[in-house]
């Protein structure tokens, strides 16, 4: 059990690049959600390598305005390792792991792996190192429209009478908007400086424009293959 309520504490998970043919080599994307605010943060690399994916992570955790505290993965081998668990314990980060075969340990990962992953850049197989870089390209440009612009209900309160379930949510708003409301303190002045000059000057309609570009980039190397 951790808190929920507390930005920190994230889910973790990757999502596979194999467009359909798992065999051979094929890319990841390792999606990291923190569960209070609805942040999102997500790098593709090479494998589900245990070096790799510990160095996709420490890209992820700078990258995020405020301290991880905590992450919650499931239980493949790319996360169960000594590397990953050298990392946590080296930043002084609480690391724990869902039950085996419930997914619904890993919801706000899986809700993001298809709303930011999948809706980003579809089901095709990336495996090219001009695949890798545009999807590199794409990841930062996704984070401020996600988290800076588009608004995002959270679960507050669900109810069960039988066999109906009633599902409570609280007012849609952005994760910069519910950071900045309900957990100001723990920006540090640089990043709240950062922020607020990202918020107040990013040209929506180019941001659009150069996601678009690449995901049309990415299409037709699909396509080609």
């Not at 919801?107 to 709303?115: L, T």
């Amino acid at each position: 059990e951790w808190n929920e309520y507390e930005p920190g504490f994230g889910q973790i998970d990757l999502v596979g690049h194999e467009g359909g043919d798992n065999n051979g080599e094929f890319f990841f994307t390792l999606n990291t959600t923190d569960i209070a605010t609805g942040w999102t943060e997500a790098v593709t690399v090479r494998s589900k390598g245990e070096r790799i994916v510990a160095a996709g992570l420490e890209q992820l955790w700078l990258r995020f305005p405020f301290h991880i505290a905590g992450i919650h993965s499931d239980n493949g081998a790319e996360f169960i390792n000594h590397h990953l668990a050298r990392w946590c314990h080296t930043r002084k980060i609480t690391f724990t792991r869902g039950r085996a075969s419930n997914k619904n340990d890993q919801a706000h990962a899986e809700q993001k792996n298809w709303s930011v992953v999948r809706r980003s850049v579809g089901y095709f197989r990336y495996d090219t190192g001009r695949e890798l870089d545009l999807l590199n390209q794409l990841w930062p440009l996704a984070s401020v429209q996600v988290n800076l612009f588009l608004p995002q209900q959270k679960l507050v309160a669900k109810t069960r009478t039988g066999a109906i379930v009633r599902k409570r949510h609280d007012t849609a708003t952005t994760p910069l908007a519910r950071l900045l409301t309900r957990h100001a303190d723990l920006l540090d002045p640089h990043d709240l400086q950062r922020l607020d000059s990202l918020l107040q000057t990013t040209d929506l309609l180019g941001l659009r424009h150069k996601i678009v570009d690449i995901q049309a980039n990415l299409i037709e190397l699909a396509r080609r293959r």
